[in-house]
């Protein structure tokens, strides 16, 4: 499969969602694999386009 890696702040993520803030503290407790010294969260389902889109509302929420 193809992958696209973005790097995003936890805690913007954790900030707007119980979701993604569950997710993280759940993977605290484990040894997860990393990327150039972050941590990685795959996420099946979702497509890269549509993520990126909701980073950039959360990011620059003006700009919608």
Known sequence: PDYCL???HK???KHHSVAFA???EDAS???VETYDGSP???MHGDNAEDLSLL????YNPSYV
């Open 55 to 58: 980073l950039s509302y959360l």
């Open 22 to 24: 569950n997710l993280f």
């Open 11 to 13: 805690f913007l993520l």
């Open 6 to 8: 973005f790097r995003i």
């Open 29 to 31: 407790a484990v040894s």
């Open 40 to 42: 990685l969260v795959e």
